[in-house]
């Protein structure tokens, strides 16, 4: 069914379609700057990291699950040169209702090109990184990979 045609149709804009596919994990690291489904969230932002009460679901409160992220930069502004949207979702069915967003969370995370994380030119993506980068300037959990204000009661990091 053709739509009737509309002042938005005249306007330039384009879509990116993706799709999900192994890849190795090293390629999932933050300074890779990924797009990714499921697994624990690769922060593009390692000092200002959800915390736990941000993340919990806006029906029962419990706590949401990684979902996927995108990273989308926006290289013609400079405070976004790097960017990235992370969805987290509830577990729970009886969350999920009819036009209501309430059990999902999405953050944008946006870094302009230099900035204290990342180096100002793109790693090299064709092999595994050689050197050891510490990627986690804030204390996460080591289950979900969220913000965690607490330590391992054992190791107490």
Do not use: I
């Not at 933050?30 to 969230?41: C, E, I, Y």
Request: charge should be negative; glycine fraction near 8%.
């Amino acid at each position: 069914v053709k739509m009737a045609a509309s002042a938005r149709e005249s306007e330039s804009s384009s879509v990116d379609l993706g799709f999900v596919e192994e890849t190795e994990s090293w390629r999932l690291l933050s300074r890779f700057f990924p797009s990714k489904v499921g697994g624990r969230p690769a922060w593009l932002d390692l000092e200002s990291v959800p915390t736990a009460p941000e993340l919990s679901c806006g029906v029962c409160g419990k706590p949401t699950v990684f979902l996927l992220q995108v990273y989308s930069p926006r290289t013609e502004q400079a405070t976004c040169f790097h960017r990235t949207v992370f969805v987290f979702c509830c577990k729970e069915p009886s969350c999920h209702t009819r036009n209501n967003g309430a059990c999902f969370r999405v953050y944008r995370s946006q870094l302009p090109r230099e900035n204290n994380f990342y180096d100002f030119d793109p790693p090299d993506e064709d092999s595994p990184p050689t050197e050891g980068v510490d990627e986690t300037l804030s204390p996460l959990c080591y289950v979900c990979g969220c913000g965690g204000g607490k330590a391992c009661a054992r190791c107490h990091q």
